[in-house]
Nanobody, 124 residues
Framework: QVQLVESGGGLVQAGGSLRLSCAAS????????MGWFRQAPGKRREFVAA????????YYVDSVKGRFTISRDNAKNTVYLQMNSLKPEDTAVYYC?????????????????WGQGTQVTVSS
């Protein structure tokens, strides 16, 4: 059974930084693409970033390009999201996701497995 546990969320002022972590278990980590999604109050969940199983390919939504960086450590079964220059509009619950198909995750924002989420709040 795949389990994903996020951590690292919190309250930060605009312009600040946070690093989210997602610890995975229950599957061969390097065989799965990993992604981050977010959902703000009253809005649909949206794709933020994804990384292929090997880490060689990454993909970002336009609104976070140049500010967020996704990375993974396959030895630690962990994926990270470094978030810099945070804006109030980045406020949301951030979810970690895992799927065997990197293309499907980036094209359709679908994923087989989800974490429970971690709250990120950016104050102005």
């Amino acid at each position: 059974q795949v389990q994903l546990v996020e951590s690292g969320g919190g309250l930060v002022q605009a312009g600040g930084s946070l690093r989210l972590s997602c610890a995975a278990s229950g599957h061969t980590f390097s065989n799965f693409a990993m992604g981050w999604f977010r959902q703000a109050p009253g809005k649909r969940r949206e794709f933020v970033a994804a990384i292929s199983g090997s880490g060689s390919n990454t993909y970002y939504v336009d609104s976070v390009k140049g500010r967020f960086t996704i990375s993974r450590d396959n030895a630690k079964n962990t994926v990270y999201l470094q978030m810099n220059s945070l804006k109030p509009e980045d406020t949301a619950v951030y979810y970690c996701a895992a799927d065997p198909d990197f293309s499907r995750m980036t094209r359709t924002s679908a994923s087989n497995y989800w974490g429970q989420g971690t709250q990120v709040t950016v104050s102005s």
